[in-house]
């Protein structure tokens, strides 16, 4: 059973950093993709990075430019980069890992931009 662990979450103030990381265990393969959402009190979940085995890379465009998805595909993990931290990136945020055909979740970890 594949599990996602991520770790790294909290409260930053507005224009602060956080790192977020992910690991997946479980699987004796590398996932095709990997990637974070997030959901905000009150709205629906939104992908917010995406990185595929080859490396390729999408955002969404509220964070374009101030966050950096990246994977080491040997150790099963991925992390999220989030800089110029906003109010409004304040949401859980989940990691995913695309072991086709399933896509598994983790359980999400607190992101709370405020002063």
């Known amino acids: 059973q594949v599990q996602l662990v991520e770790s790294g979450g909290g409260l930053v103030q507005p224009g602060g950093s956080l790192r977020l990381s992910c690991a997946a265990s479980?699987?004796?393969?590398?996932?095709?993709?990997m990637g974070w959402y997030r959901q905000a009190p009150g709205k629906q979940r939104e992908l917010v990075a995406r990185?595929?085995?080859?490396?390729?890379?999408n955002y969404a465009g509220s964070v374009k430019g101030r966050f950096t998805i990246s994977r080491d595909k040997a150790k099963k993990t991925v992390t999220l980069q989030m800089n110029s931290l906003k109010p409004e990136d304040t949401a859980v945020y989940y990691c995913?890992?695309?072991?086709?055909?399933?896509?598994?979740w983790g359980q999400g970890t607190q992101v709370t931009v405020s002063s």
């Open positions: 995913t890992a695309d072991f086709p055909p399933y896509i598994y």
């Open positions: 479980g699987s004796i393969l590398s996932p095709n993709a």
């Open positions: 990185i595929t085995s080859a490396s390729y890379t």
